[in-house]
């Protein structure tokens, strides 16, 4: 039985997402996590993949389903993810979706740690992850995705904070999200959000994760064929 050829406006186009959030292991059982469900870049990715693009998917330990129709490749720490992205270029687009952790714990190693029942405390030393939107932003043309898409989940000043995320990153846009406690976003199956790019900030209406996906993967089509690339 033969295989239909994808089709639609992303055929032929490779793209990336990140999805879920990063585990850091403090030691062999132990992790520093956060609370990202992956939810939204499971919509992207799938998203994408309806409109054709072939779509690698590189996830955390995400507790949303995996996406169907893409190539899952599954990670844990920040510093496998950036590896993971690294492998997966070239691709033509990228979103940035993962909640990766700032921070790792220095020194974890193949011990466990062991409490010493002293009552004192336990001190841990968080080291700086690499960031992976920007390593992945500052590539030179050619290597860099044509288009670069970050997230920015901010709760107070939401516009200009991704706004001067945006500029610090070197990405083309940041999908910027308010997740302040009552907008009720965090974990939840909605999203509101502002589309800020060169052109300045766009706000969307406040929709399902599955539809704010698909708008912005009909943005990302769009972009591809007027930039010709
Ligand atoms: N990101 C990344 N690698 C990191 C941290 C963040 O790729 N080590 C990406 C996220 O996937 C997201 C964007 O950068 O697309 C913004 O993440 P965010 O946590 O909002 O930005 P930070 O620069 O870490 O700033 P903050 O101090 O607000 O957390
Ligand atoms: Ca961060």
Redesign the pocket.
Known sequence: EARLAPAGPLAGRRVLV?SGPTHEPIDPVRYIANRSSGAQGTAIAEALAALGAEVVFVTGPASAPMPVGVQVVPVES?RDMLAAVETALPVEAAV???????WRVEGAGASKIKKDGSGKCLELRLTE??????TISGLPAGARPSLVV?????TDDVIA?ATA?RL??GCDWIVANDVSPGTGIMGGAENAVTLISGEGAEEWPRASKAEVARRLAARIAAHLAEEGV
Request: hydrophobic share 50%.
């Open positions: 990140t920040a940035f979706a993962a909640a990766v952790a700032d992850n690499p960031d992976i939107l920007r970050g997230f920015a989940a901010e904070n995320k610090r990153k």
